[in-house]
């Protein structure tokens, strides 16, 4: 018995490391590459040039953030089977290696490295702000866009410092001065003595915006009142206490994340918070988090979004018609058209139209190089004509070699008891502060890593 | 036959406390040597990267905890955030222009100093108890870092949070430890000179007062072991230990520090990578490590590549479902058939062969 249980452990062990070796094996190294491309180019043939365009993707459908991570993951291969039933991009496939993490940044790592590894990435999406930072040298030697919208690195925004880090979304920064913009004009214009709290996991991402708020808040005559969190949140009654019976704030901000979300909508409803009277940041509350708690309870909560939520967009269309209907969609039908999906659907559909712009000016093969290019010139119009559908979800985004960033424009989204459905235009704020702090962050960032920008 | 001591004869002091006492011993690990330098010829950046680099600098990580955990029996739920206070205080050493090496070395010491604070409840209680007192580590010294960091370097990350620090490059003795292959050699370097340092010091007088004290804290003490003492000192090795592995993460592996990844669940992970390696095992200290970092990866591979062969188009969720349930009943299925983990089996392999092909 006990051979055969450790033949077996073996046996699965043998085949793990021949799959690994066969995985492996075809995978050329950049020198080989180097060396092969201009052959390829020579000769014409009819195939198409490039076998396919690999967008790494950390995904995870797993693990403490599996829940919010699940949506954007099936967004993001969806937009893939739907670009590639398309034709892809000028007749080439794009691959999104969607590579299960379970938010560790050694897995993410590691999924940079395997896509990498095909010698064909393009672009990678970490999906997480350790792999964010982790993977972020390694693009500048390797020379491959890293997409991370709306988190990760903000100093990001500057394209001149950051060439191959892509927001095309705006920063915590830009998000939280439209909320204050947004605030300030359903106060009737004027903060004055308003007390406006922010709710905040205490660590790097949570404390991101306090900067800004310190600027703003004398500015506008607001009170600043801080509520830190102690990661992971899931203990937050003290806090909450603290809310409802002394401070009373008028508005609260939110910079929560996974499993702090819903504890913190039960804690409202506990105490009694208006729910309308929540503005939280991209990542919470969304609609995942509503839904672990309770729809009902929660109509009213606010966030801001870079993307519309929704399904009544041509692309959403087509994806359900085409693949849902087919039985070929990568999760439920039920969460289509969920914000964390639509993001997905817009990674993709962003990076692919970076791909087409680069592909009119250099042809194939397309490298990480060109799509920078290309994602440079994305502008509304652009972003209409080669996005396949996703301007539709973001039309305001508007990038440069300066700006990668999109000039920040969000929209605010309101539960209405089964969906968030947007109840402002698209909206930003206080450009001048926040650029303030994208320049300064940048510029710390440069002084930094001098190695980095040695030629 | 292939694996025996009969027909070794130890005539001097000095042979017979070699650390490898039989010949081919000597050679296999020579061998082992051997494929560890030439291995990174034939390596591409994703061995270097994903596999070969993290193992190197987690493996003197989980040989501390072993150290602490295995031989002394101090369990620590806090090695992640000794990892953290090791990796931080080299990089701030490297940012004001300290050598490497001694940025490495001071890194530990901050860390074994900072395991010793947190290590101090070990002189009154034990076991769950003080895996308890050394959880608090795991939530005090993030936090601390949090804070303490961005008054200490001058620059950081983000302009709010500041705790996110990018090293500088580090260079040995006016060399740029740049590419992936000098990385991986000066980590491994570091990775030898500490587990010949480990092997040796399991054998001696702090060794066996360690193995004393896990096994029976009174008989030990009643036999005169400062119990108090060592047990101190066993947090400030294996925190040393972590402390070093820090410094290396930071500096070869992720490339930037950044506290969120010196979580509760590293700590969790290294704790399971010694219990399934082996408790009180060098050796196990590799094997629990290759099995908690690598054995996920190569599951993820090997079942996206058996996915791709049968000619289905797997979703990475399924995979990731499929990849956890793999996983976790090899961690029930090797607990069950080997309770003392990787290394004991390893010796019944060894064992098994020291009389093949004849059992007798």
Request: net charge negative.
């Given at each position: 018995?006990?051979?055969?249980?450790?033949?077996?452990?073996?046996?699965?062990?043998?085949?793990?490391?021949?799959?690994?070796?066969?995985?492996?094996?075809?995978?050329?190294?950049?020198?080989?590459?180097?060396?092969?491309?201009?052959?390829?180019?020579?000769?014409?043939?009819?195939?198409?040039?490039?076998?396919?365009?690999?967008?790494?993707?950390?995904?995870?459908?797993?693990?403490?953030?599996?829940?919010?991570?699940?949506?954007?993951?099936?967004?993001?291969?969806?937009?893939?089977?739907?670009?590639?039933?398309?034709?892809?991009?000028?007749?080439?496939?794009?691959?999104?290696?969607?590579?299960?993490?379970?938010?560790?940044?050694?897995?993410?790592?590691?999924?940079?490295?395997?896509?990498?590894?095909?010698?064909?990435?393009?672009?990678?999406?970490?999906?997480?702000?350790?792999?964010?930072?982790?993977?972020?040298?390694?693009?500048?030697?390797?020379?491959?866009?890293?997409?991370?919208?709306?988190?990760?690195?903000?100093?990001?925004?500057?394209?001149?410092?950051?060439?191959?880090?892509?927001?095309?979304?705006?920063?915590?920064?830009?998000?939280?001065?439209?909320?204050?913009?947004?605030?300030?004009?359903?106060?009737?214009?004027?903060?004055?003595?308003?007390?406006?709290?922010?709710?905040?996991?205490?660590?790097?991402?949570?404390?991101?915006?306090?900067?800004?708020?310190?600027?703003?808040?004398?500015k506008l005559g607001y009170e600043l009142l801080k509520y830190p969190i102690p990661w992971p949140g899931l203990e937050q009654s003290a806090v909450w206490t603290n809310i409802a019976e002394r401070d009373k704030p008028d508005w609260l901000i939110w910079r929560l994340w996974g499993d702090s979300t819903p504890t913190a909508l039960r804690e409202a409803a506990r105490v009694g918070y208006?729910?309308?009277?929540?503005?939280?940041?991209?990542?919470?509350?969304?609609?995942?988090?509503?839904?672990?708690?309770?729809?009902?309870?929660?109509?009213?909560?606010?966030?801001?979004?870079?993307?519309?939520?929704?399904?009544?967009?041509?692309?959403?269309?087509?994806?359900?018609?085409?693949?849902?209907?087919?039985?070929?969609?990568?999760?439920?039908?039920?969460?289509?058209?969920?914000?964390?999906?639509?993001?997905?659907?817009?990674?993709?559909?962003?990076?692919?139209?970076?791909?087409?712009?680069?592909?009119?000016?250099?042809?194939?093969?397309?490298?990480?190089?060109?799509?920078?290019?290309?994602?440079?010139?994305?502008?509304?119009?652009?972003?209409?004509?080669?996005?396949?559908?996703?301007?539709?979800?973001?039309?305001?985004?508007?990038?440069?070699?300066?700006?990668?960033?999109?000039?920040?424009?969000?929209?605010?989204?309101?539960?209405?008891?089964?969906?968030?459905?947007?109840?402002?235009?698209?909206?930003?704020?206080?450009?001048?502060?926040?650029?303030?702090?994208?320049?300064?962050?940048?510029?710390?960032?440069?002084?930094?890593?001098?190695?980095?920008?040695?030629? | 036959?292939?694996?025996?001591?009969?027909?070794?004869?130890?005539?001097?002091?000095?042979?017979?406390?070699?650390?490898?006492?039989?010949?081919?011993?000597?050679?296999?690990?020579?061998?082992?040597?051997?494929?560890?330098?030439?291995?990174?010829?034939?390596?591409?950046?994703?061995?270097?990267?994903?596999?070969?680099?993290?193992?190197?600098?987690?493996?003197?990580?989980?040989?501390?905890?072993?150290?602490?955990?295995?031989?002394?029996?101090?369990?620590?739920?806090?090695?992640?955030?000794?990892?953290?206070?090791?990796?931080?205080?080299?990089?701030?050493?490297?940012?004001?222009?300290?050598?490497?090496?001694?940025?490495?070395?001071?890194?530990?010491?901050?860390?074994?100093?900072?395991?010793?604070?947190?290590?101090?409840?070990?002189?009154?209680?034990?076991?769950?108890?003080?895996?308890?007192?050394?959880?608090?580590?795991?939530?005090?010294?993030?936090?601390?870092?949090?804070?303490?960091?961005?008054?200490?370097?001058?620059?950081?990350?983000?302009?709010?949070?500041?705790?996110?620090?990018?090293?500088?490059?580090?260079?040995?003795?006016?060399?740029?430890?740049?590419?992936?292959?000098?990385?991986?050699?000066?980590?491994?370097?570091?990775?030898?000179?500490?587990?010949?340092?480990?092997?040796?010091?399991?054998?001696?007088?702090?060794?066996?007062?360690?193995?004393?004290?896990?096994?029976?804290?009174?008989?030990?003490?009643?036999?005169?072991?400062?119990?108090?003492h060592y047990k101190l000192l066993a947090f400030a090795i294996g925190s040393f230990y972590a402390g070093v592995s820090g410094a290396l993460m930071v500096f070869f592996y992720y490339g930037v520090a950044h506290v969120g990844e010196f979580n509760l669940d590293l700590s969790l992970k290294l704790l399971g990578a010694i219990i399934i390696g082996g408790l009180g095992s060098i050796i196990?200290?590799?094997?629990?490590?290759?099995?908690?970092?690598?054995?996920?990866?190569?599951?993820?591979?090997?079942?996206?590549?058996?996915?791709?062969?049968?000619?289905?188009?797997?979703?990475?969720?399924?995979?990731?479902?499929?990849?956890?349930?793999?996983?976790?009943?090899?961690?029930?299925?090797?607990?069950?058939?080997?309770?003392?983990?990787?290394?004991?089996?390893?010796?019944?392999?060894?064992?098994?062969?020291?009389?093949?092909?004849?059992?007798?």
């Open positions: 018995m006990r051979a055969k249980v450790l033949s077996l452990v073996l046996l699965f062990l043998l085949v793990a490391v021949a799959a690994c070796a066969r995985g492996q094996a075809p995978a050329p190294t950049p020198t080989q590459m180097a060396a092969g491309e201009p052959a390829e180019e020579a000769s014409p043939t009819p195939k198409p040039p490039v076998e396919s365009y690999v967008i790494g993707f950390s995904a995870y459908r797993t693990g403490p953030f599996g829940r919010t991570g699940t949506p954007f993951a099936n967004g993001a291969v969806d937009m893939e089977k739907l670009v590639n039933l398309k034709g892809g991009v000028g007749g080439v496939p794009i691959d999104v290696m969607d590579i299960e993490t379970g938010y560790e940044t050694p897995r993410g790592v590691e999924a940079y490295e395997r896509a990498k590894a095909t010698g064909r990435m393009v672009a990678f999406i970490p999906l997480s702000t350790g792999t964010t930072y982790a993977v972020t040298p390694k693009a500048f030697e390797d020379k491959v866009v890293v997409l991370h919208t709306a988190y990760g690195i903000s100093a990001a925004a500057d394209g001149e410092t950051f060439p191959y880090n892509f927001l095309a979304a705006p920063t915590y920064w830009s998000g939280d001065a439209a909320i204050i913009k947004w605030i300030q004009e359903q106060e009737g214009g004027s903060l004055k003595g308003k007390k406006i709290g922010i709710l905040y996991l205490d660590i790097d991402y949570g404390r991101e915006t306090l900067p800004l708020h310190e600027v703003l808040a004398p208006p729910m309308d009277r929540i503005v939280g940041t991209y990542w919470s509350p969304v609609a995942v988090d509503v839904l672990a708690f309770n729809p009902e309870k929660s109509v009213g909560v606010k966030h801001i979004e870079f993307v519309t939520p929704g399904t009544d967009f041509p692309v959403i269309q087509e994806i359900l018609t085409e693949l849902y209907d087919k039985g070929q969609g990568a999760g439920a039908r039920d969460q289509v058209g969920m914000e964390l999906y639509n993001r997905g659907v817009y990674n993709v559909g962003i990076l692919v139209a970076g791909m087409q712009i680069a592909l009119e000016e250099f042809g194939h093969p397309l490298d990480g190089e060109k799509l920078a290019w290309g994602l440079e010139r994305v502008t509304p119009e652009t972003l209409k004509k080669y996005g396949m559908g996703v301007a539709d979800l973001a039309p305001e985004v508007t990038l440069s070699d300066k700006d990668h960033e999109g000039r920040g424009f969000v929209q605010v989204v309101e539960w209405d008891g089964t969906q968030f459905k947007p109840i402002t235009d698209w909206i930003s704020g206080f450009r001048e502060e926040v650029d303030a702090l994208v320049k300064q962050a940048a510029q710390k960032f440069k002084e930094e890593n001098p190695e980095l920008y040695q030629e | 036959m292939i694996y025996r001591e009969t027909g070794v004869h130890h005539t001097t002091y000095r042979t017979d406390m070699a650390l490898f006492r039989v010949p081919l011993a000597r050679w296999s690990v020579a061998g082992l040597l051997v494929v560890a330098v030439v291995i990174p010829f034939f390596a591409t950046d994703y061995w270097f990267s994903a596999i070969l680099i993290p193992f190197l600098t987690f493996t003197i990580a989980t040989l501390g905890l072993n150290l602490m955990t295995g031989y002394a029996g101090q369990v620590s739920l806090g090695h992640a955030a000794f990892i953290a206070v090791g990796g931080y205080t080299a990089t701030i050493l490297l940012i004001y222009d300290i050598p490497f090496l001694a940025a490495v070395v001071l890194g530990g010491l901050m860390a074994a100093l900072v395991g010793l604070v947190f290590g101090i409840p070990s002189a009154r209680i034990k076991g769950l108890y003080l895996a308890m007192a050394t959880l608090a580590a795991q939530f005090v010294l993030p936090w601390a870092i949090s804070r303490v960091v961005p008054l200490v370097v001058p620059t950081g990350l983000a302009v709010a949070g500041g705790d996110t620090v990018y090293p500088p490059r580090p260079n040995l003795f006016g060399l740029e430890i740049d590419s992936l292959f000098e990385r991986y050699f000066v980590s491994l370097a570091i990775l030898v000179v500490m587990t010949v340092f480990a092997m040796n010091l399991v054998r001696t007088r702090v060794g066996r007062a360690w193995v004393a004290i896990r096994d029976h804290d009174v008989a030990a003490k009643i036999l005169g072991v400062n119990i108090t196990g200290s590799f094997f629990g490590t290759a099995f908690i970092i690598l054995l996920p990866i190569f599951l993820n591979i090997s079942l996206t590549f058996l996915g791709n062969a049968a000619g289905f188009q797997v979703s990475s969720g399924i995979i990731a479902g499929i990849e956890n349930i793999v996983f976790g009943a090899l961690v029930v299925v090797l607990l069950i058939v080997e309770p003392l983990g990787l290394a004991k089996f390893w010796q019944n392999v060894k064992d098994y062969f020291r009389l093949w092909p004849f059992s007798y």
